[in-house]
């Protein structure tokens, strides 16, 4: 009941951001990189090792800014990725 009536508030409420909009494009992308099987492995085996992280003071913190680094950063990867498209899209006509 609670998600309906969120849902309704913010059905009727209208934002617009470019920042925001921008981000929001690239959510599929960070999906997509962070769902690719090595991607998956890679940064929690080797990179940030979590059984050390869980030892240390402000532990759910450091996870914290490591998932919004990752995030940033599969998020840089897709702007670059869309300025290249752009790029050869008008090289192309």
């Not at 759910?60 to 897709?78: E, H, K, M, N, W």
């Amino acid at each position: 009941m609670i998600g309906f009536g969120m849902f309704l508030l913010f059905d009727r409420v209208t934002f617009n951001s470019r920042i925001i909009n921008r981000i929001a494009q690239s959510a599929f992308a960070v999906y997509s990189i962070t769902d690719y099987a090595t991607s998956k492995e890679l940064p929690w085996s080797q990179l940030f090792n979590l059984k050390n992280l869980y030892q240390q003071p402000f532990a759910i913190l450091r996870i914290l800014s490591i998932l919004l680094a990752i995030y940033a950063a599969c998020t840089l990867l897709d702007f670059i990725r869309q300025a290249l498209f752009a790029a050869n899209h008008r090289l192309a006509t």
